[in-house]
């Protein structure tokens, strides 16, 4: 039986960027610990299947279809929400994007494009959240996903490296402003996992070599691994937990 600290039942978790990677994980973990899931996404297809592959495991599954870096799109899905009568409770703002390529090659429409989608839009979607959180007085959890270049740069992914920099003092303001609501905002730096995203840097002999060499670990990270951290940031056992990040990368940021 699981501890009731850790126990989401009666919960409701949207998820962004939830209908592959990190972010299907995630919601999956949600909803095993017994959350009600939004699933988003900007392709339909994609994430209809995504929900009803989380609905044959016998999940409560929503979709929101919005793109998390249009404000009006972002307004309008928590306005469809509402008249639902679905209350977001726990927010995890996973969707993001890379860009490999070297600061003096790149343009500003590409940085532009990065920022928005791994920074601008975790304050675009936890505003409307943190909205409606505080007009309900019961609290809430709004989870933003980091990076290990939440810490540490490295070559070709300037503006990831800002943005999920950014990442961390947002987290960091949101707790200034909302922890006396009894929202608790927190963040997870995943280190190097398995996903689709880095298909082709593990394909790479000398990236994924360097990976491993350079991970305590020794090896990639696996997507469900970020379940544990995100059901304790999503639930009761993390109320005084604020304003931290979380780092699930076996121990490459521990070490020299």
């Given at each position: ?26 919601a999956e973990a ?205 639930s009761a056992a ?19």
């Amino acid at each position: 039986m699981s501890h009731p600290l850790f126990d989401l039942s009666g919960r409701t978790a949207l998820v962004t960027g939830s209908s592959r990677g990190l972010g299907r994980a995630i919601a999956e973990a949600l909803a095993e610990a017994g959350a009600r899931i939004v699933v988003n996404g900007v392709d339909p297809e994609r994430l209809a299947h995504g929900a009803e592959a989380l609905r044959a495991k016998g999940h409560a599954v929503e979709t929101a279809a919005f793109d998390v870096t249009d404000e009006a799109a972002v307004c309008d899905a928590f306005a469809r929400l509402d008249a639902a009568g679905i209350a977001v409770d726990i927010l995890v703002n996973n969707a993001g994007i890379q860009l490999r390529k070297p600061l003096v090659d790149l343009s500003l429409a590409e940085w532009d494009q990065v920022l928005r989608t791994n920074l601008t839009s975790a304050f675009l979607v936890g505003r409307e959240a943190a909205r409606r959180m505080i007009a309900r007085q019961r609290g809430g959890k709004i989870i933003n996903i980091g990076s290990l270049t939440s810490e540490a740069a490295r070559a070709t992914v300037a503006p990831y490296t800002a943005a999920k920099g950014g990442i961390k003092m947002l987290t960091r303001a949101m707790t200034a402003e909302w922890a006396a609501h009894g929202i608790q905002a927190n963040a997870i730096g995943p280190g190097y996992m398995a996903t689709e995203m880095n298909t082709a840097l593990i394909q790479n002999p000398d990236f994924d070599g360097w990976v491993k060499s350079r991970t305590p670990a020794r090896r990639w990270g696996l997507p469900n691994e970020l379940a544990g951290t995100a059901i304790f940031l999503a639930s009761a056992a993390s109320d005084y937990v604020n304003g931290q990040i979380l780092y699930v990368d076996g121990g490459m940021l521990a070490v020299l």
